[in-house]
């Protein structure tokens, strides 16, 4: 018997030197299927975040769901006050069951109460980039098919430079105040507190299935102009789940920065509600306000993404940086430099790292304690959520494939391009109304005939002992200030001027991240007028995307500045932007100057 035993032990001490990692692989595959069982269970009852939410109502009532600057929710306000925004909107005989409601407001309580007031009526809420106005503005309501649009009173004047056109698609507008004397503009506030609390009945959204739209995320793609992304109820418990399974707990308060309008924003919201416990809700990252809030709510779990860390990283010491209850970060894009300085400065914060695209099937966690890694690359993941790292060709912008058609699996350290299979278990949901689109995301015939992938656009790396990097993106896009730009977007908007003949746009280091850098041609014959350019771009993207340089040059390949000019900076809090505004006013110079 004790031969046997140790014989056993000897086994297992075996394995374990050749493969250190085996235990937390195994653990997270099996942490990941328990996770995909309790989805499945929902998704055969009907069990939806809403009902989730419901029970808590009933359960813990008074517990906090939402700080909000000096304002706290608990769950049983929430309920009313979402009741309250479902009956405004039936009341105002312009939603019914199934119909999509635009909201246009960046992060705020109300955010919260009209997308769960919109869930109590089986309606999707279309989450409208706050940013955006004019064309982008009306494309993006346009691609969700909305005809309800719902807006802060801060944006007002944005809704009223689109208002002819709103009122000529028949769009009811709403604004978010008391009253509103813009004609064609109805106010919401109003409506909402005159209409009853009681809870909202099921009967309302008795078609809804785990298949349904909860929302439109509105998402860059890789290319091409902003897509709404459908988020349907079971992809939201399936985001949702990622913060138990990095191990968020119901004593946890969450911080939440990021714009609800996004995946990562709303995901904390759902997580938070999946786990029963607060959300910290702010309108904006700051990252003077950060510790301090932490501190003030008592926050042990906070969100970020790659920026967020490096904003933290770059403020001014202070002795206070350790003192803070948070243990755990989840996010991603964190680099590894800036991972390091971030626990050395702000005490031992465990991080979590994910992987997972709005529209994607598939995610990645670092379960490991390896610095910098996505996940793990094993065999079982595999087996369980079927991916592959393939050849890719950059300068055709496609897989590479062999003689018989087939695409290649790159070698260990190669960075190759993320596939993951579509399957029932792992359904692309794809873009609402946008079929092309969808079916360029598609990756067909990949290792067999018939068989089909969804293309993440992002370049992976796999290291010796299975650890997997983040490397590229394909499809030219980059970050700035959270938002991803698709580069080909800006060049589309920017050939629509006269002057403008080619364009090639791009991101430029700069001190906080890559910033946006447009190389035109001109037309011939033709002058650059830069208001006319600088009012186009203004219309057409979002201030984010707008590129903050801009060389002309005689052709496109070859790299002669006639002159840069800049767009004026942004409007940016944290220190780091100084930097880049110092910059910007040096290249005005220059352009005085030529
Ligand atoms: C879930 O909803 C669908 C569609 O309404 C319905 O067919 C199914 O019976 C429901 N399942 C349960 C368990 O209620
Ligand atoms: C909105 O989309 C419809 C087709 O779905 C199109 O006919 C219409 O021109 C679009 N409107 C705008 C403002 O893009
Ligand atoms: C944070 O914790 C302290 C001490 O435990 C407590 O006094 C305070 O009320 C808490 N703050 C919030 C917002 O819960
Ligand atoms: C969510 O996960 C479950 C279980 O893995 C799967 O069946 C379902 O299709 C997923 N939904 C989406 C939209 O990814
Ligand atoms: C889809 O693509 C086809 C061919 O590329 C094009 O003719 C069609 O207009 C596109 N449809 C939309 C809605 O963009
Ligand atoms: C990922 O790696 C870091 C750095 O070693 C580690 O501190 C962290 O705990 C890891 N993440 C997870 C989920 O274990």
Redesign the pocket.
């Known amino acids: 018997m004790l031969v046997w035993t140790v014989c056993a032990a000897l086994i297992v001490c075996g394995v374990l030197l050749r493969h250190p990692y085996l235990f937390q692989d195994v653990q997270y595959v099996l942490a990941k299927i328990k996770r ?1 069982r309790f ?2 269970k929902c ?1 055969q009852t009907n069990y939806s975040i809403l009902d989730r939410f419901l029970d808590l109502v009933k359960t813990q009532p008074q517990k906090t769901l939402i700080y909000f600057k000096d304002e706290m929710f608990t769950y049983r306000e929430a309920d009313v006050l979402s009741n309250r925004a479902a009956r405004a909107f039936l009341q105002a005989g312009c939603v019914k069951e199934g119909d999509a409601v635009a909201l246009f407001l960046g992060n705020q309580p109300m955010f919260l109460w009209l997308w769960l007031g919109l869930l109590k009526i089986g309606c999707p809420g279309a989450l409208l980039n706050s940013n955006i106005r004019s064309k982008s503005l009306l494309h993006c309501l346009n691609c969700s098919g909305a005809t309800t649009l719902v807006a802060s009173e801060e944006l007002l004047d944005a809704v009223k430079e689109v208002l002819p056109h709103l009122h000529e698609q028949q769009i009811t507008v709403f604004i978010l105040a008391d009253r509103c004397e813009t004609a064609g503009v109805e106010s919401f506030i109003d409506k909402m507190n005159q209409a009853s609390s009681e809870p909202i009945s099921k009967e309302l959204r008795s078609h809804l299935t785990m298949q349904s739209p909860a929302a439109y995320i509105y998402t860059s793609g890789t290319t091409g102009l902003p897509k709404a992304a459908v988020v ?1 109820y ?2 939201v ?2 985001f949702s789940l990622l913060l138990a399974t990095t191990g968020v707990n119901s004593k946890d308060v969450i911080y939440d920065t990021l714009p609800l309008y996004h995946s990562t924003g709303l995901l904390v919201f759902t997580g938070a509600v999946e786990r029963g416990i607060p959300v910290v809700l702010r309108s904006k990252f700051s990252a003077s306000q950060f510790w301090d809030d932490c501190r003030k709510y008592n926050v042990t779990v906070i969100q970020y993404i790659g920026e967020i860390m490096r904003y933290l990283c770059n403020t001014p010491q202070k002795l206070s940086d350790k003192n803070h209850k948070v243990r755990l970060a989840v996010g991603n894009g964190i680099r590894a430099d800036v991972w390091r300085d971030f626990v050395r400065r702000f005490g031992e914060i465990q991080i979590r790292e994910f992987y997972g695209a709005t529209e994607g ?1 598939f995610a990645l966690l670092n379960y490991s304690s390896k610095m910098g890694a996505l996940g793990r690359h094993t065999f079982l993941h595999k087996m369980f959520f079927p991916y592959a790292v393939i050849k890719y060709d950059a300068d055709k912008g496609e897989p590479l494939r062999d003689s018989s058609g087939f695409c290649m699996e790159v070698e260990k350290g190669e960075p190759g391009l993320l596939v993951t299979k579509i399957t ?4 692309f ?1 794809g873009y609402v109304t946008d079929l092309n689109q969808t079916e360029k995301k598609k990756l067909h015939n990949v290792f067999k005939k018939g068989d089909l992938y969804f293309n993440t656009g992002d370049l992976l790396r796999i290291d010796e002992d299975n650890f997997m990097y983040f490397h590229d993106r394909v499809g030219d896009t980059f970050r700035w200030k959270g938002e991803n730009v698709a580069t080909a977007e800006v060049a589309d908007i920017l050939v629509l001027t006269d002057c403008v003949k080619e364009a090639n746009v791009y991101g430029v280091k700069v001190p906080g991240g890559r910033a946006g850098m447009a190389a035109v041609t001109l037309m011939d014959g033709l002058k650059f007028d830069s208001t006319v350019v600088f009012k186009h771009v203004e219309d057409f993207l979002p201030s984010y995307a707008r590129p903050r340089f801009l060389r002309i040059q005689v052709c496109l390949l070859q790299l002669f500045t006639l002159f840069a000019f800049v767009v004026k900076p942004l409007s940016v809090e944290q220190d780091v932007f100084d930097s880049l505004a110092l910059k910007t006013k040096m290249s005005t110079n220059g352009k005085e100057r030529t």
């Open positions: 995909r989805v499945l998704m349907t079971s992809k418990w399936n099937n029932a278990k792992a359904p949901t």
